[in-house]
């Protein structure tokens, strides 16, 4: 069983960055792609990026392309989101999620029924 947890939210203004850390715990090889979603009051959870362990590709949503970077830190066995120049919008409770991808296939954000273990969620607010 895979756990995950995430942390590193919090309050920013219009322009600032965050960092959120996806702290993975479980049996070695059980996940090999860790995505970010994120769910604001009242819209659906959308999927903001995701990571493949086996080559360090990277995946994002146009919305956040270009201003999010996922990376992943062996040694402390994170995943986590650099995010700069937040706006409004970006804010929700943010989400990692693991899921396991077969010999050539993708990770991809979608369907997020394939990510089959989750985080409780760290909330990010970004005033104007």
């Known amino acids: 069983v895979v756990q995950l947890a995430e942390s590193g939210g919090g309050s920013v203004q219009a322009g600032g960055s965050l960092t959120l850390h996806c702290v993975i715990s479980g049996p070695r090889g059980s996940t090999n792609c860790i995505g970010w979603f994120r769910q604001a009051p009242g819209k659906d959870r959308e999927g903001v990026g995701c990571?493949?362990?086996?080559?360090?590709?990277?995946h994002y949503a146009d919305s956040v392309e270009g201003r999010f970077i996922i990376s992943r830190d062996d040694a402390e066995n994170t995943v986590d989101m650099q995010m700069t120049m937040l706006e409004p919008e970006d804010s929700a409770v943010y989400y990692c999620?693991?899921?396991?991808?077969?010999?050539?296939?993708?990770?991809?954000?979608?369907?997020?029924?394939?990510?089959?273990?989750w985080g409780q969620g760290t909330q990010v607010t970004v005033s104007s």
């Open positions: 990571l493949f362990f086996g080559d360090g590709t990277t």
């Open positions: 999620a693991a899921d396991f991808v077969l010999l050539g296939s993708l990770c991809r954000l979608a369907p997020q029924k394939n990510y089959n273990f």
